[in-house]
């Protein structure tokens, strides 16, 4: 079974610092795709990144960009320029297959997440 | 679009009691999920639907019940409700197909099981 390791129970960063949240996932397939969430008070849950397995470049959306170490089975987040809104917990998720049911589709396997505070 | 709303927002429930967790989305998605957060947990999944008709169970199914009667609705039932039930439930619906795959949640339920 795949697992999605996040290590970092909480994080700081300044407003305007760079901070980077860890992600580990164990699998043995080959093709497969990560993500990182974003989750406010609200309880949303907001798609911050995406990553494709197959793509040795790097995934990024504005202020945040990823490290994927296909080999190391490590896929961090980079928040750059950090914002008082950032604050939130992140969670790293792996799609999985399914595969019970014909054309099934794919489930998302979560981490337990990272607290960001952002401080002033 | 609404996307992917969720009812009640919260509710309270004693143990033994069942009730009906409500999903609907208006994109036209086939494939929708439910998943269930505990505290210091991720999101884990309870069952999915890959499309009208046809459900599955995911990670955690045990007392909970799924139908997909039609696209848009999928319901979330507990059918005699219990303490370890108390969770956050969020529903998913997902559009594209591999490598243009989306999934968007909903807003969440919030469950205590007293």
């Known amino acids: 079974a795949q697992t999605v390791t996040q290590s970092q129970p909480e994080m700081s960063v300044q407003e305007a610092e760079t901070v980077t949240l860890s992600c580990t996932y164990d699998?043995?397939?080959?093709?497969?795709?990560l993500f990182w969430y974003k989750q406010p008070p609200s309880r949303q849950m907001i798609l911050v990144i995406r990553?494709?397995?197959?793509?040795?470049q790097n995934a990024t959306e504005n202020r945040f960009s990823v490290n994927f170490q296909k080999a190391a089975k490590s896929f961090s987040l980079k928040i750059s320029d950090s914002q008082l809104g950032d604050a939130a917990m992140y969670f790293c998720a792996y799609r999985t297959r399914l595969g019970r049911v014909s054309n099934s589709g794919y489930a998302l396997n979560f981490g337990k997440g990272t607290s960001l505070l952002v401080t002033p | 679009n609404a996307g992917v709303t969720q009812t009640p927002k919260f509710q309270v429930l004693k143990t033994g009691q069942s009730m009906t967790l409500q999903c609907a989305q208006d994109?036209?998605?086939?494939?929708m999920s439910w998943y269930r957060q505990d505290p210091g947990m991720g999101l884990r999944l309870i069952h999915y639907?890959?499309?009208?008709?046809?459900?599955d169970q995911g990670e955690v199914p045990n007392g909970y019940n799924v139908s997909r009667s039609t696209t848009e609705d999928f319901p979330l039932r507990l059918l005699s409700a219990a303490p370890s039930q108390t969770s956050v439930y969020f529903c998913?619906?997902?559009?594209?197909?591999?490598?243009?795959?989306?999934?968007?949640f909903g807003p969440g339920t919030r469950l205590l099981v007293l």
């Open positions: 699998t043995s397939e080959s093709d497969y795709y």
């Open positions: 990553q494709e397995a197959y793509k040795q």
């Open positions: 998913a619906s997902r559009t594209g197909q591999g490598r243009q795959e989306t999934q968007y």
């Open positions: 639907s890959v499309g009208a008709g046809i459900t």
């Open positions: 994109m036209n998605h086939e494939y």
